[in-house]
């Protein structure tokens, strides 16, 4: 028997945990909680989790260091519960490697809309190549190498540990040298937000980006350009 989609829930209200696992195991997930902080990290220390729905205002570690703590270990999808009041809770989730965030009060459709989208864009190998015929897909650059097979990134020749979205958004840029997107296009196109979602979500995602390449490669930074006004661009310098 094919074993289950692991995923964590950590919320300190029991009613929010109860709800999201009712609906999260009707699509037949399995699910843990956990409604602190330091019983999240000791869950997603010792378990493989394929997601973890964590929110940011708990007492005791929030949701802002777990996932630093985490971030600095693993690249476990993350998506954050947050308030509507907390905006800028949310920026600095983005800066510290969330995924994905959902604003409380919240549909548990939502939930369960968003956790599929992110998990389908996590492991399925080409979710943004342009045919399912190439053998294998890796995009060449110098300085830069991205294996769309196995979702892996060289820079220098030096594998570069991304998140899922760093990784889309890398992906999404780079498969299109020199096209410029704004940064409402990426939301739609990267995270599948349409008529929602915050600009700043893609410049902490760019900014994340940009410093994980730079510690092995400056040269690939570069290669992310901001285009003022606008947004992004991914430009290969003529090494002539």
């Known amino acids: ?18 709800l999201i696992r009712m609906y999260l195991e009707r699509e037949d997930y399995q699910v843990d909680e956990a409604e602190n902080g330091d019983e999240a990290l000791e869950l997603a220390f010792t378990n493989d989790y ?8 708990m007492p005791g570690k929030d ?8 971030r600095d270990k693993q690249d ?10 907390e905006e800028a809770h949310r920026v600095q989730g983005f800066e510290v ?12 459709r939502e939930v ?5 989208a992110l998990l389908r864009r996590s492991t399925t190998a080409g979710s943004f190549a342009p045919g399912a015929n190439s053998a294998k897909e890796i995009i060449e650059f110098p300085h830069l190498s991205i294996d769309q097979d196995a ?12 998140t899922p979205k760093e990784y889309e958004l890398l992906y999404f840029l780079a498969k299109a040298p020199d096209k410029v997107y704004a940064r409402e296009q990426l939301l739609k196109e990267v995270w599948k937000y349409e ?5 700043r979500t893609v410049d902490t995602h760019v900014k994340r980006l940009r410093e994980k390449l730079n510690k092995i490669s400056p040269d690939a930074a570069k290669m992310i350009v901001t285009v003022w006004g606008v947004g992004y661009k991914f430009e290969v310098a003529d090494e002539s």
């Open 76 to 85: 476990t999808p993350v998506i954050m519960l947050t308030a509507k009041g």
């Open 97 to 108: 490697g969330t995924d994905d965030y959902i604003v409380k009060p919240f549909s548990p």
């Open 1 to 18: 028997m094919e074993a289950k989609t692991r995923i964590l829930v950590v919320d300190d209200e029991d009613r929010i945990r109860r």
């Open 195 to 199: 008529f929602f979602g915050d600009l």
């Open 151 to 162: 979702h892996r990134v060289l820079a220098d020749g030096k594998e570069v540990s991304l």
């Open 112 to 116: 369960v809309l968003r956790v599929k």
């Open 50 to 57: 394929a997601l973890i729905l964590l929110d940011i205002m």
């Open 63 to 70: 949701g802002i260091e777990v996932c630093k703590e985490i």
